[in-house]
């Protein structure tokens, strides 16, 4: 009874945080903050994608940005190459995930049986590789200038577009959950909390360490895919290590393994990176904002060292096993007691 | 005499540079209970984690239902029907006891289920902490649930490594007790520095000292064998 109604609860704010995100276009009349909102919406799509390869199957990768990139340059391509249609801009969201599940497939296979340091120095590198083809491909990717395109007439609307992005990280925040949720996500959480007995009970974890990172590498490609349209406009920056360290930083702060937590570090970091550069008009020494995001980082860390949500999810499971203890135990005295 | 289901023959480890099995030698057989005994660092969890192809062999053989399994991968070896309770428990601690348990069982057929009613009836502990983290239970528990996790599936053979260690006597005794219990069922191999416990449980034994089996026999033999167990394992 408890239980049922501590998720009804939280299906209650996930219902008001809802709302409000779809009334807050109409209610606030702010283009920056829509903007703003727009692009807290898919960099939490990306480091939802990285807190299933960290989070959930401990895997650390830092070529994470090269499935974001592949989405971004199959979409730019595409809507360049063809008439900028809604049509076109679904067949190239699925060319890019298509293209982003067989290069993470690949990439899984190959380097997945590493251990998580040979692993993530692995993936740099071939990030790093898929960077400089994306520099020297000129006659495609246009190189480190870039091009730009045109978005569906659609989305000239700045409003219908929050609502598509909106609507992708919704979409995608329930299919992960159900993810983690099903017996496949327990057992990724068993493969990172302890691999090897894992396999001691029987399974063969790089299969299910080449799932979490085809369901990441799709994930972060629909990410880059609403990205490219965001801007009308893409580079070789979209494969760059930052985009990797942002998700990164965004499932660190937020929580890792918890998959609201990613959602909420990038609302913190989009936030704190808008208004900290801003306040540079006002007060000079915020030009050198990304030494106080540096700091707020720190901070972060030392004091949330599981996340924001990780921390408060971590007390609340406290406090619950606890009161459960408590409950268990007050039972078992009055069946003692009891004629 | 009883079917051999495990035989180990002149098995040799290496960990990195170290030579730390160096000729070990036995033999379980159904329905047993075989201990392995013998000093800190004498080699018997090593034994353990060689048969499950955690520390691979460098030679020798095993066999395990008259197949070799010495060159297989772990999770195969696990599939052929050995499970496996480690030193540390290896407990998923994020995971409820409940979802411990199904990680566990591989397959979920009304036999695991079976086996699943049967262990809870063995640790009803677990029973009444089914929806709390792995994290959050004590010790004993943990052991219960490390044990009930390897018995959930259909394993012919277990391989139980100091199940007592660390615990409280009453919660030894329980241990001790659904050890017993498991015994009708399963074949256990038992590493075990409590000779109490290990007498108790086991019908026969294998001395490990230094990496090799130096004596191997019925376990009367060594209860009323004072030499030998003050020689090896410092008692008596």
């Known amino acids: 009874m408890k239980t ?36 807290i919406f898919i960099f939490s799509i990306l480091a939802m994608s990285y ?80 960077l400089v083809v994306a520099e020297k491909w000129r006659t495609v990717t246009k190189g480190n200038d870039g091009f730009t395109f045109r978005a569906p007439d659609i989305f000239k609307d700045r409003i219908v577009f929050y609502f598509c992005v909106l609507a992708c990280l919704v979409i995608v925040f329930l299919i992960l959950r159900r993810f983690v949720q099903s017996p ?54 979209v494969m760059a290590m930052d985009i990797t ?23 913190v970091i989009e936030f704190a990176q808008h208004y900290l550069s801003g306040l540079a008009r006002d007060f000079p020494i915020f030009e050198r904002w990304i030494i106080f995001f540096g700091i707020i980082y720190i901070l972060a860390v030392i004091f949330f060292p599981k996340g924001i949500v990780g921390s408060i999810l971590q ?16 039972l078992e005295k009055d069946k003692e007691h009891s004629p | 005499m009883m079917e051999s289901l495990l035989k180990l023959h002149n098995i040799q480890t290496h960990i990195g540079q170290f030579h730390i099995l160096q000729g070990i030698q036995f033999e379980a057989r159904v329905g047993e209970v075989s201990v392995l005994l013998g000093r800190n660092g004498a080699g018997k969890t090593t034994t353990l984690k060689t048969i499950m192809g955690l ?78 983290a792995g994290g959050n239970l004590s010790g004993g528990q943990k052991q219960m649930l490390a044990m009930a ?22 919660v030894v005794e329980k241990v001790m007790e659904a050890i017993m219990e498991m015994k009708k ?3 256990i191999v038992l590493v075990e520095q409590n000779f109490f416990m290990a007498s108790r449980i086991g019908d026969t034994f294998t001395l490990i000292d230094d990496g090799r089996t130096v004596h191997t026999g019925a376990m009367n033999e060594l209860i009323s064998d004072d030499a030998m167990k003050h020689k090896y394992l410092g008692i008596g």
Do not use: C
């Open chain 2, 185 to 187: 069922r399963t074949t």
């Open chain 1, 51 to 130: 807190d299933i390869l960290l989070g959930y199957t401990g895997i650390v990768s830092f070529g994470h940005a090269m499935f974001f990139g592949i989405g971004a340059y199959a979409t730019a391509i595409l809507l360049n190459t063809f008439e900028p249609t809604i049509g076109v801009f679904i067949g190239s969201i699925a060319v890019g995930i298509v293209l982003s599940g067989f290069v993470s497939f690949l990439v899984g296979l190959l380097t997945l049986r590493l251990k998580s340091h040979f692993f993530a120095m692995l993936t740099l590198a071939i990030s790093g590789l898929l």
């Open chain 1, 245 to 267: 360290l942002d998700a990164l930083l965004m499932t660190i702060i937020g929580g890792v393994g918890t998959l609201v937590g990613p959602i909420v570090g990038s609302v």
């Open chain 1, 315 to 330: 007390a609340l499971s406290k406090w619950k096993s606890k009161h459960e203890d408590r409950k268990i135990f007050a």
């Open chain 1, 4 to 39: 049922s109604n501590l998720v009804s609860k939280y299906h209650v704010l996930f219902l008001i945080i809802l709302l409000f995100l779809i009334a807050f276009p109409f209610v606030a009349d702010s283009r920056t903050l829509t903007i703003l909102f727009t692009q």
């Open chain 1, 184 to 237: 496949l996500g327990r057992l990724l959480i068993a493969v990172r909390e302890n691999e090897q007995r894992t396999r001691s009970l029987g399974f063969k974890t790089l299969h299910y360490k080449v799932i979490a990172s085809v369901v990441a590498g799709v994930i972060a490609s629909l990410a880059g895919s609403l990205y490219a349209v965001s801007l009308r406009f893409v580079n070789t920056s």
């Open chain 2, 55 to 132: 520390t691979p062999a460098s030679s020798g053989s095993i066999t395990f239902l008259n197949e070799e399994i010495s060159k297989k991968p772990t999770y195969e070896i696990a599939n052929t029907g050995i499970g496996y309770v480690p030193e540390d428990q290896g407990i998923f601690a994020q995971l409820t006891v409940e979802e411990n348990i199904k990680v566990a069982m591989r397959k979920e057929t009304s036999e695991a289920f079976e086996r699943q009613e049967y262990v809870l009836t063995l640790f009803p502990d677990l029973k009444k902490f089914w929806k709390k």
């Open chain 2, 149 to 170: 996790r390897a018995f959930v599936n259909d394993s012919k053979l277990l391989l139980i490594d100091e199940p007592s260690k660390g615990l409280a006597p009453i």
